[in-house]
Nanobody, 129 residues
Framework: QVQLVESGGGLVQAGDSLRLSCTISGRTLSSSTMAWFRQAPAKEREFVAAIKGRSGRTAYADAVKGRFTISGDSSRNTLYLHMNTLKPEDTAVYYC??????????????????????WGQGTQVTVSS
């Protein structure tokens, strides 16, 4: 069965960096569109970044552009989120998600949560000021 497992979260100070990982079982990264979402306390889940496994086309939320980088390693079937210059407002549970790929290779991947049908259990990222 399809299973996504996140890791790499932790407690860091503002300005620090972290790398989150998502191991994928039951399907290949190359056949999927993958994404990271996050949810802070008392807030709705929000889009962070996404990547099309076949083309490598990426999309980012405005709040993380220039600071976060999404990537995948097909040989390890693992998705990554490299987070730099972390801010207290980045504090949230981060979720890995997988779904089918739509549209042309030149189109950006979707930031809509309903486009993804497989989800991990999340990993906590806490950034202190």
């Amino acid at each position: 069965q399809v299973q996504l497992v996140e890791s790499g979260g932790g407690l860091v100070q503002a300005g620090d960096s972290l790398r989150l990982s998502c191991t994928i079982s039951g399907r290949t990264l190359s056949s999927s569109t993958m994404a990271w979402f996050r949810q802070a306390p008392a807030k709705e889940r929000e889009f962070v970044a996404a990547i099309k496994g076949r083309s490598g086309r990426t999309a980012y939320a405005d709040a993380v552009k220039g600071r976060f980088t999404i990537s995948g390693d097909s040989s390890r079937n693992t998705l990554y989120l490299h987070m730099n210059t972390l801010k207290p407002e980045d504090t949230a549970v981060y979720y890995c998600a997988a779904g089918p790929t739509y549209g042309f290779s030149s189109d950006p991947p979707s930031g809509r949560s309903e486009r993804y049908n497989y989800w991990g259990q999340g990993t906590q990222v806490t950034v202190s000021s």
